[in-house]
């Protein structure tokens, strides 16, 4: 959860910025302790990102041998990817 305007909690924008998968921490052999992500968790993760909106959109055209090329910005994406790499609380 992040925070808004005047404290309020703002969601989290699952589809532009999905949760990254738990950490277990186990102990192994010796003194050691590893963290290991929730296997369930973290392949939903992997499939989220690759269904993400593009942040960008590139047309390219070639007509009567003039090039153009059309760059469109996804900027609700921007907005929420961003807004899931702030800390929060």
Request: net charge positive; hydrophobic share 40%; charged share 20%.
């Amino acid at each position: 959860r992040l925070s808004g305007e005047g404290g309020e909690a703002v969601v989290r924008c699952p589809r532009c910025a999905p949760s990254m998968p738990e950490l277990q921490f186990v102990s192994v052999a010796g003194n050691k302790v590893e963290a290991r992500e929730d296997v369930q968790q973290a392949g939903l993760y992997e499939q989220a990102l690759k269904h993400r909106p593009p942040q960008f959109v590139v047309q390219q055209k070639l007509d009567n041998n003039i090039g153009t090329i059309r760059v469109g910005v996804n900027v609700a994406s921007l907005a929420h990817r961003a807004a899931a790499m702030l800390p929060s609380g």
